[in-house]
């Protein structure tokens, strides 16, 4: 994969997350709305970020779609807690393939990208995994 099909990839990503935060706002309980808006406003710039990283990588940033197929109902504050997670697992992959294919300043703030989705996906989850962005293996 390239750089630029990872930060393709990366802002794919942060749409998706941006859309999902939405949903997680609207359901999540009052005790953790203000996390929930801190995570919107994180993938906000993050994709803002990406989308110029497309344009200095001589790419065209690609555009976020109307709607996004969530990966279960959600219709409760504790759906919500899952999806965010599940979100910012996702978000993680991303910015593992980045880590991948960049180099210098990209990997680094890729990196940083990674542990921050890692860090709010503990939150979210209660727990964390061995490789955040990495897939499980059975």
């Given at each position: 994969m390239s750089a630029l099909e990872a930060v393709q990839a990366v802002l794919a990503a942060e749409h998706a997350a941006v859309y999902g935060y939405g949903v997680v706002g609207a359901r999540v309980g009052a005790a953790r709305r203000?996390?929930?808006?801190?995570?919107?406003?994180?993938?906000?710039?993050?994709?803002?970020?990406?989308a110029r990283a497309v344009r200095d990588l001589g790419g065209e940033p690609g555009v976020s779609a109307p709607a996004y197929a969530l990966p279960f109902p959600v219709a409760d504050a504790d759906a919500a807690v899952r999806l965010a997670a599940v979100l910012e697992d996702r978000v993680a992959g991303a910015y593992a393939d980045l880590v991948r294919a960049a180099s210098g300043a990209a990997r680094r703030d890729a990196a940083a990208a990674l542990r921050e989705a890692a860090v709010r996906a503990v939150r979210w989850r209660?727990?964390?995994?061995?490789?955040?962005?990495l897939a499980e293996r059975p």
């Open positions: 203000e996390e929930a808006a801190a995570g919107l406003a994180a993938h906000r710039a993050l994709r803002d970020a990406a209660g727990g964390g995994v061995a490789f955040p962005g």
